[in-house]
């Protein structure tokens, strides 16, 4: 059983004291001596005080033991005469035998590693000036270490063995290791390779392997490890600063998701001449496997291969990581990439192209397929993305910039006409490049801003200074539509060649010198007031025609209407004559009929008779007053001519109310008074009668 919960010192001496006292029992036998058995003895219990010799505790510093708890059987035993002798040699001899015995006993833990140091050797080897490390038995620290558990024959005298606690890396994290023994790392590497020796847990197997002494390419995960300490050094994130280092160096290596990793090994054999990056080696696990990529021929310094999102276990003396952002190709774009790493730079463009050359994707040069809107994962440090807009682009040669600033170092063309003057011209210009013209395009002049810069610049500022020339000022500005058209062909057929579209030219403002179009200004009010006033001369012009004509008009109504009252008149005069033949011969009808009356009637009544009745209806008929209306006497008494007087306002007053219809009274005037008639002008009519005649006068 273990003494599992006494401490490592007490342990020791109560073993020492059972096997003491199991020693002296066997010798008392020994003797022939009588005795008797006693119960078993706990370790904890004490020998019998009758016990004729103990055996004294004698402690070894370097005994080294487990936490052990054992029972061992004791007897005690009764001594006869001639006994003490015997017993006292056994018990010298124990004396003497015991250390060496209990020397040689270490006991390892579980959670420990023994590092053993021979300190000499019986055999004379002697480990080579060279190493560290005995793997034959030499002086020295030994490669093998215990384990946990009993191990015998490791006497102090020959032997030191030191505990060490178990290696412990934390996950999420790893470990490096320094090699204090082994082969000399070769001179174009700076990390010893990688050697099968069960994570650094078997020395002689490291060793015998050629293992390289210094920092090593294999590292250690998270996990525990029993490790030779007198060989390997391990450096893990707590004890990182005591070697210069960060903790954070010694931890998993996380790429973020929207970046990549760009890769810098610090071993293995050299670049290539005339390369910028080692290419990439297979099956290394992302760096992860450092002796893989090494056997693989892999080169120091920047590499083509990236890391992608995520968590690697990677060494930091053989790795650096550089995180950028991946590459975006907004919408409207798209990424013509330059490489400047590959296998080939084998053109694909074909004949027709003779401006530059084209490669297939992976290869050194202009890739001939262009990258798409989106996000790639690309290295920057060995590729240039050039962005080419796939949208219209407008090109302003004035004060004027777009947004994409391709045309920040344009300005207004300066240009001469063919009279001398020199004038200020703006144009704008829309050109559009095709998805798959872009690699073509940036083949040839390198990038979207040296294609304007050194291409559309000098074509469009050359054509109008050339164009200009050919026509004065004047001739420009009034022929500013021919001269866009002309304009707008000739630069499209200039730019179809550099596979660029050229949508529109446009003209916008000219600005010719001020004196000569303060010139112009006056001569054009000038020729407007004259076209005024001619204007205003035609005006006048017409308004006298129109007077004219309305006159004109005015008396031709007139002559109208003179022909159609003559046309009238003669029309009513045969109206009249017929009427007048009408009335005639009705006369003449009526004549007859009426003769034939009258001759009935006279025939009838006689002629008297006859005569009498015609005229009373000829009276009736006419409505001739027989009896006066108003009768003024004329008896000089005054009175009857004011009666008469007021008796015709009376009548006045009702004909006005409707009375007899507005017909003059009849007045009866007696003769014996005379009246004037021009003493009442108010009077409208009077009909004065007499007594023997009557008189009318009018008023």
Avoid at 141 to 164: F, M
Avoid at 207 to 221: F, P, S, V, Y
Avoid at 594 to 610: D, F, I, M, N, R
Wanted: net charge neutral; aromatic share 6%; hydrophobic share 40%.
């Amino acid at each position: 059983m273990l003494y599992s919960l006494l401490p490592k010192s007490q342990v020791k001496a109560r073993i020492l004291k059972q096997f003491a006292a199991a020693v002296s029992a066997s010798l008392a036998l020994s003797a022939t001596t009588s005795f008797k058995p006693s119960p078993v003895l706990a370790a904890s219990d004490t020998p019998p005080a009758q016990t004729s010799t103990q055996l004294a505790e004698k402690p070894d510093s370097s005994l080294q033991l487990g936490q052990l708890r054992t029972t061992v059987p004791v007897q005690t035993m009764q001594l006869g005469p001639g006994g003490f002798i015997p017993i006292a040699i056994g018990g010298m001899i124990i004396i003497l035998v015991l250390p060496l015995f209990f020397g040689g006993l270490v006991v390892i833990g579980d959670r420990e590693v023994g590092i053993v140091s021979k300190k000499f050797s019986l055999g004379k080897k002697s480990l080579p000036a060279a190493d560290l490390i005995a793997l034959n038995g030499e002086a020295g620290y030994q490669a093998d270490t215990l384990p946990p558990g009993w191990h015998w024959g490791y006497w102090p005298i020959q032997y030191s063995v030191r505990k060490e606690s178990l290696t412990v890396v934390p996950q999420g994290e790893i470990a490096l290791v320094i090699a204090a023994g082994g082969a000399p790392i070769p001179p174009q590497r700076i990390l010893g390779q990688y050697t099968e020796c069960d994570n650094f847990q078997d020395a002689r197997k490291f060793l015998n392997a050629d293992g390289e002494k210094g920092r090593q390419l294999g590292i250690l995960t998270g996990g525990s490890y029993r490790i030779n300490t007198a060989l390997f050094t391990v450096i893990t994130a707590a004890s990182a600063p005591k070697h210069g280092m960060t903790a954070e160096l010694l931890k998993l290596y996380k790429v973020a998701s929207d970046k990549v990793g760009i890769i810098t090994t610090y071993d293995g054999v050299p670049i290539q001449d005339g390369e910028i990056a080692g290419s990439i080696i297979p099956n290394h696990d992302n760096f992860q496997n450092a002796q893989k990529f090494i056997s693989g021929g892999g080169r120091r310094g920047l590499q083509e291969q990236v890391l992608l999102s995520g968590s690697w276990n990677l060494n930091p003396w053989f790795v650096g990581v550089e995180q950028v952002p991946m590459t975006e190709i907004p919408i409207g774009y798209v990424g013509a990439v330059i490489s400047y790493v590959g296998k080939t730079s084998e053109d694909v463009s074909g004949a027709a192209f003779t401006h530059g050359n084209l490669v297939n994707v992976g290869n050194k040069g202009v890739w001939v397929t262009p990258l798409y809107p989106g996000k790639h994962p690309l290295n920057t440090r060995i590729l240039k993305v050039e962005l080419v807009p796939t949208t219209n682009i407008v090109l302003n040669w004035s004060g004027k910039t777009e947004r994409h600033s391709y045309d920040s170092k344009l300005s207004s063309l300066t240009v001469r006409s063919q009279d001398g003057f020199a004038f200020d011209l703006e144009v704008a210009q829309i050109i559009h490049v095709g998805a798959l013209d872009a690699p073509k395009v940036i083949s040839r002049v390198g990038s979207m801003q040296n294609l304007v810069d050194h291409v559309l610049q000098p074509t469009i500022g050359n054509y109008f200074r050339n164009s200009a020339q050919a026509y004065s000022v004047l001739d420009f500005l009034s022929a500013r539509s021919g001269r866009q058209a002309e304009a707008a062909e000739y630069i499209k057929a200039a730019l179809r060649t550099y596979d660029v579209q050229a949508i529109d030219t446009l003209i916008g403002d000219i600005l010719p010198p001020a004196e000569l179009m303060q010139t112009q200004t006056d001569r054009k009010i000038a020729e407007e007031q004259r076209k005024t006033y001619e204007v205003q001369q035609l005006a006048q012009t017409q308004r006298q025609q129109l007077v004219r004509e309305t006159a004109l008009a005015e008396i031709q109504q007139e002559m109208v209407k003179s022909e159609q009252g003559v046309k009238i008149a003669e029309l009513k005069a045969n109206s009249q004559v017929k009427q007048a033949q009408g009335e005639a011969e009705s006369i003449r009808m009526k004549g007859n009929a009426q003769a034939e009356a009258y001759q009935a009637g006279v025939v009838a009544l006689g002629g008297s008779g006859y005569t009498a009745l015609q005229l009373m209806q000829i009276i009736g008929d006419s409505q001739v007053r027989v009896v006066p209306d108003v009768a003024v006497s004329g008896n000089g008494s005054g009175g009857g001519l004011v009666d008469g007087l007021l008796g015709m306002m009376m009548w006045n007053q009702t004909s006005k109310n409707g009375g007899n219809g507005g017909e003059l009274p009849v007045v009866k005037l007696e003769k014996s008074q005379p009246v004037a008639v021009e003493n009442f002008p108010d009077l409208p009519v009077a009909k004065l009668h007499s007594s023997n005649q009557a008189t009318s006068s009018e008023a």
